[in-house]
């Protein structure tokens, strides 16, 4: 089955304890991308990556790192977790090219940062 | 910068009836590509409709329907005969085009709630 995983699901935490949050897809896509969730916002991109090796800011990027060392997988990384980071967080792959709005998105990760 | 505006909060609808969501984005682009997703109860973010910014037909996928007007920047999706299952947050969307250049990014809007009444 076509997917893309997201672990956790839920996680509670404290500031400024690192994290990571991992994502992986089955599909061969090469274009991936982490999006933040609140009330009232929408949602708004975080990192993305056009392919292996290959990343960029999206509109939030501040307090968050990833890395694509291998094509399905692309984790992101709180290295020292605030409040305001508090959100759910989407993973999404996509193919490139004019494919890239047709993402396939993760089952969604509810972080609390205490 | 490109933004989608959706400025209906929250919508209702009865069951079987018509529904009509707005949404507007501003970009200086020629070339683009507008979608709506649909985010049930579920959380689960599913592509419902897409929209070629080069194509005068409006997009149609069974009950969904868009109504794409360029000049005016306008792209709102109509959702016909209504179904409890339709209940959810719905997310309007631009990404530039690739010939365009730049910085490949999906932008939503912030989202309008549809609720659907038996």
């Known amino acids: 089955e076509a997917q893309v995983t997201q672990n956790p699901r839920y996680l509670i935490t404290v500031t400024g304890k690192k994290l990571t949050v991992t994502c992986s897809q089955n599909?061969?896509?090469?274009?991936m991308s982490w999006y933040r969730q609140d009330p009232g916002l929408g949602l708004r991109q975080i990192y993305y990556?056009?392919?292996?090796?290959?990343?960029d800011k999206g509109d939030v990027p501040e307090g968050y790192k990833v890395s694509r060392k291998e094509k399905r997988n692309f984790p992101l990384i709180l290295e020292s977790p605030s409040p305001n980071q508090t959100s759910l967080y989407f993973c999404?792959?996509?193919?490139?090219?004019?494919?890239?709005?047709?993402?396939?998105f993760g089952p969604g990760t509810r972080l609390t940062v205490t | 910068a490109q933004t989608v505006t959706q400025s209906q909060p929250e919508m209702s609808v009865q069951e079987a009836e018509t529904v009509t969501l707005s949404c507007t984005y501003d970009?200086?682009?020629?070339?683009?590509?507008l979608f709506w997703y649909k985010q049930p109860p579920s959380r689960q973010m599913i592509l419902v409709i897409r929209q070629e910014a080069y194509k005068q037909q409006n997009a149609t996928e069974n009950r969904f329907s868009v109504n794409f007007q360029k000049a005016a920047k306008s792209f709102s999706l109509k959702i016909s005969d209504s179904q409890l299952g339709d209940a959810a947050m719905y997310f309007c969307a631009y990404r530039r085009d690739l010939g365009g250049g730049g910085s490949e990014k999906l932008v939503f809007g912030k989202g309008t709630k549809l609720t659907v009444n038996p």
């Open positions: 970009t200086s682009e020629s070339d683009y590509y």
């Open positions: 999404a792959s996509s193919l490139t090219g004019i494919w890239v709005g047709e993402q396939y």
């Open positions: 990556s056009m392919n292996v090796e290959v990343t």
């Open positions: 599909m061969n896509h090469e274009y």
